[in-house]
């Protein structure tokens, strides 16, 4: 049978079924060990400028992260989704006629008191996010940072991650296992993301890079490989999906003899090698 054959079913986690949920993902990481990951967030509280002569092709990853960082402390996380597979792109199957995948849905977003942008909330509200729900029965931020670091998806070096444009979606989970703003520098950051992610990240979106005629957006993308989408736009479950099969594509037809590995640890807009070591950083904190 071809991956993703078996009809899909989405595990919504709430606070009532997230330890039990958590558990399963323990036992399954040791099969199915590529992460694709998403996040949904309420977009941008702070922009770029907008005058004309203002270039954002001129913007260094320093820039990029300044932008990241500012937006990423001042707002909420209201979704992650999590598709787990194996190297040919299996999904997890349980036994069952059904292959899964799954979205922890947050209560720390606010409506009435939090910044967020009026088009991207309505958008999130028509595409089937409740928030008066997720306020009364979503997860806690700070329970799930705890039980993440147990579940043995962080510190692991034997775990693939895969993300669209992921500097975002490592910021929000940096950000919530911390519980703190994120560092001030680039290279803090990264080596955050490397120690808690391993060395096996790859951002689909700086990978377009290197494919002929691949540009825009994930949908965009999946189009050319006519890769279909199951479920909603803007649901973490659903762009975590075709994260991880527009990654399957383009790894089997864009790149040979395991090519796609140089660019590993590349995060788009922040193209700086995640390379630092232990000692390194303590140097650079020292300085």
Request: aromatic letters at 14%; charged letters at 20%.
């Amino acid at each position: 049978m071809e991956p993703n054959m078996k009809p899909l079913v989405v595990r919504h986690v709430w606070a009532y079924n997230l330890v039990p949920e958590f558990y399963l993902i323990t036992k399954l990481i040791t099969r199915y060990s590529f992460i694709a990951m998403d996040t949904q967030f309420p977009s941008y509280a702070f922009h770029y400028p907008t005058t004309e002569s203002y270039n954002h092709r001129n913007l260094t990853p320093s820039d990029n992260y300044s932008f990241l960082k500012v937006n990423v402390d001042a707002l909420k996380l209201i979704q992650v989704g999590f598709t787990l597979s194996d190297a040919a792109g299996n999904l997890p199957d349980l036994g069952t006629k059904n292959c899964y995948i799954w979205q922890f849905n947050f209560r720390d977003f606010n409506l009435v008191c939090d910044i967020y942008a009026p088009d991207s909330i309505a958008l999130l509200q028509r595409q089937g996010i409740n928030f008066g729900y997720n306020a009364n029965y979503g997860i806690h931020s700070a329970y799930f940072g705890h039980l993440i670091i147990s579940s043995g998806l962080l510190y692991s070096y034997n775990l693939t991650w895969l993300t669209f444009h992921g500097s975002h979606d490592f910021g929000y989970l940096i950000k919530i296992i911390t519980r703190c703003p994120l560092p001030n520098r680039l290279e803090e950051f990264l080596w955050f993301v490397k120690v808690m992610l391993g060395d096996n990240i790859y951002d689909v979106k700086h990978m377009m890079g290197f494919c002929p005629s691949l540009f825009c957006g994930l949908d965009r993308v999946a189009r050319t490989f006519n890769i279909d989408r199951e479920g909603k736009s803007h649901q973490a479950d659903s762009d975590s999906l075709l994260t991880s099969n527009v990654f399957q594509n383009k790894r089997d037809t864009c790149f040979i003899d395991d090519e796609h590995k140089k660019h590993v640890g590349v995060l788009f807009g922040l193209e700086v090698e995640i390379c630092m070591k232990l000692q390194d950083f303590q140097d650079f904190i020292d300085m």
